[in-house]
């Protein structure tokens, strides 16, 4: 528990609070998984020649479940270190339902890559159009992040293209990661 008088974090004692920082805790686990999955699509779609589609399932499945499970676990030790027990009852099922949620950004993506494998699409089509929907999915997430903050438009704007800029570096990044 945290020392007496000081705001909870993770279990606010204000019922208001717990809808955003449940929102803040999806949207993270959302963004971080809709990044690994992309950088996984444009890394096979820059050697698709050499892929199956089965095998295009199974890295980006791995690949998003890693990061998924590394969420769960830092937000489990983060738990820990505020609270000094490890997450019970409904804080444990908020855990779940957060890592869970990044499973999400999986179902587009494999539905285009398992028909690439029953040949309905070429597999570097179906590894870009999943690509597409990752990009889409982050500035959507990026729009709702900004579209009623209160602040300026042009703020508003700078919130965007600031985003944008993190967003092409930790791609490039993560591509760069790997690519070897």
Same mark, same amino acid.
């Given at each position: 528990?945290?020392?007496?008088? &000081?705001?909870?974090?993770?279990?606010? *004692?204000?019922? *208001?609070?717990? +809808?955003?920082?449940?929102?803040?805790?999806?949207?993270?686990?959302?963004?971080?998984?809709?990044? &690994?999955?992309?950088? !996984?699509?444009?890394?096979?779609?820059? /050697?698709?020649?050499?892929? &199956? *589609? +089965?095998?295009?399932?199974?890295?980006?499945?791995?690949?998003?479940?890693?990061?998924?499970?590394?969420?769960?676990?830092?937000?489990?030790?983060?738990?820990?270190?505020?609270?000094?027990?490890?997450?019970?009852?409904?804080?444990?099922?908020?855990?779940?339902? $957060?890592?869970?949620?990044? @499973?999400? /950004?999986?179902?587009?993506?494999?539905?285009?890559?398992?028909?690439?494998?029953?040949?309905?699409?070429?597999?570097?089509?179906?590894?870009?159009?999943?690509?597409?929907?990752? !990009?889409?999915?982050?500035?959507?997430?990026? %729009?709702?992040?900004?579209?009623?903050?209160?602040? &300026? %438009?042009?703020?508003? @704007? +700078?919130?965007?293209?600031?985003? +944008?800029?993190?967003?092409?570096? $930790?791609?490039?990044?993560? $591509?760069?990661?790997?690519?070897?």
């Amino acid at each position: 528990m945290t020392e007496p008088g &000081t705001p909870d974090p993770i279990s606010p *004692a204000d019922p *208001a609070e717990v +809808a955003p920082q449940m929102a803040v805790s999806f949207l993270k686990e959302r963004v971080y998984a809709t990044f &690994t999955g992309l950088a !996984i699509v444009l890394v096979m779609y820059r /050697t698709y020649d050499h892929l &199956t *589609a +089965a095998y295009a399932v199974e890295i980006l499945v791995l690949g998003v479940v890693a990061v998924v499970l590394a969420g769960f676990a830092s937000d489990g030790i983060a738990h820990l270190a505020v609270h000094q027990q490890f997450p019970h009852g409904k804080d444990l099922r908020m855990l779940f339902r $957060v890592a869970l949620s990044g @499973l999400g /950004t999986l179902v587009i993506p494999l539905i285009l890559i398992t028909l690439a494998g029953i040949d309905v699409l070429a597999l570097d089509t179906a590894l870009l159009i999943a690509g597409y929907v990752y !990009i889409a999915t982050l500035g959507l997430i990026g %729009w709702l992040a900004v579209r009623n903050a209160r602040i &300026t %438009w042009w703020q508003k @704007l +700078a919130a965007l293209v600031t985003l +944008a800029l993190i967003g092409l570096i $930790v791609l490039a990044i993560q $591509v760069l990661a790997h690519s070897h």
